[in-house]
């Protein structure tokens, strides 16, 4: 087990913020949080590239481990063979010994074929199946990801989170992977810490973190688009006219937050247990991708999601008018 206590880091005029937090031995955890909330700070300090101001980082002394960087950091003066067995080399292994461990590992990765070529005439899924290489013949207990798939395309970032899913079920390494990316959190994370500003907000499984976004700030970053401020009297919340049931009784200044895919649009009014429903007027229609975003006005404006082939079958454009209705479940309330 990993464990964080207490620590804190004042660099220039950023500060990570008293982090707690423990990482079982076996698990995948993710570090998730925008650029500048200090994800990458937090990596280092865990590798012991960069000193905590204060607290103590346990479990990872006399642990072999492994640090994969966004950008690679290959050597551009060796070929890929000898950046593969770099660190054996400074182990002083036998020649024999790194040739047959670079052979191996490359053959698992799928980079046979490329010992012989200069690390500079890659592609970016190629070296980062190299940089992965070179920490893999180290046979480390912890990897260390900051940002691995972030300079790849959709394609080979894909092809690389499956070749993570692989390594994690096959070898059972601990991992601790930084990264932004909703969908790499989602796919790989037995569990998420949700690090904003320095600050660790949340920590919990992914579902959990995505579905219960502890604040209002994680529930922006997470995507939520729906966010609304107000006071709640009698478990309603008053918002420019309209009023809006929530599971909370009372609350003097409260935020809420509804998720795009929990709001289901109608063309009549749905006769069901969800206590908020209201009718709107479209005013855009979105293509998002796999789905289409249609943002309505009924009264305030509401983003919700909704699959193409729906979009479709109600004929759903600008102007049309429909109902939007979402679970009292589905409000999400704040305080802060």
Aim: net charge neutral; proline share 2%.
């Amino acid at each position: 087990m990993i464990r964080l206590e207490n620590i804190q880091k004042r660099y220039q005029d950023f500060e990570i913020k008293s982090i707690n937090l423990e990482v079982k031995k076996g698990e995948y955890f993710i570090i998730l949080g925008p650029s500048g909330s200090g994800k990458t700070l937090l990596l280092e300090m865990i590798a012991g590239l960069v000193k905590s101001d204060s607290g103590n980082i346990k479990g990872i002394e006399h642990t072999r481990f492994g640090l994969i960087y966004q950008d690679y950091m290959l050597f551009p003066h060796l070929n890929v063979a000898q950046n593969i067995g770099y660190g054996l080399s400074i182990q002083r292994k036998s020649k024999n010994e790194i040739n047959t461990a670079v052979e191996n590992t490359s053959k698992e990765l799928g980079i046979y074929h490329l010992l012989h070529r200069s690390v500079n005439n890659l592609s970016g899924g190629e070296k980062q199946r190299v940089a992965i290489a070179r920490a893999m013949i180290l046979k480390p207990e912890v990897y260390l990801f900051d940002e691995p798939t972030a300079a790849l395309d959709l394609s080979t970032r894909i092809q690389i989170q499956r070749l993570f899913m692989q390594l994690h079920k096959e070898l059972h390494p601990t991992i601790i992977h930084v990264t932004h990316d909703f969908d790499e959190a989602l796919a790989l994370g037995d569990k998420i810490g949700l690090l904003l500003n320095g600050d660790l907000i949340q920590l919990d499984t992914p579902e959990e973190v995505f579905r219960n976004p502890a604040t209002k700030a994680a529930a922006e970053f997470l995507g939520y688009k729906n966010v609304f401020s107000g006071r709640i009297r009698n478990n309603r919340i008053k918002i420019d006219g309209i009023e809006i049931t929530t599971l909370v009784s009372q609350s003097d200044l409260a935020y809420i937050a509804i998720q795009s895919n929990d709001i289901i649009l109608s063309k009549k009014k749905i006769l069901s247990s969800a206590r908020n429903s209201f009718f709107g007027k479209v005013i855009k229609v979105i293509q998002r991708g796999s789905y289409v975003e249609v943002v309505l006005d009924a009264g305030i404006l509401l983003y919700v999601d909704i699959t193409y082939h729906s979009c479709q079958e109600m004929g759903v454009e600008p102007g049309s008018r429909l109902w939007v209705t979402f679970k009292t479940s589905a409000v999400k309330v704040f305080e802060h």
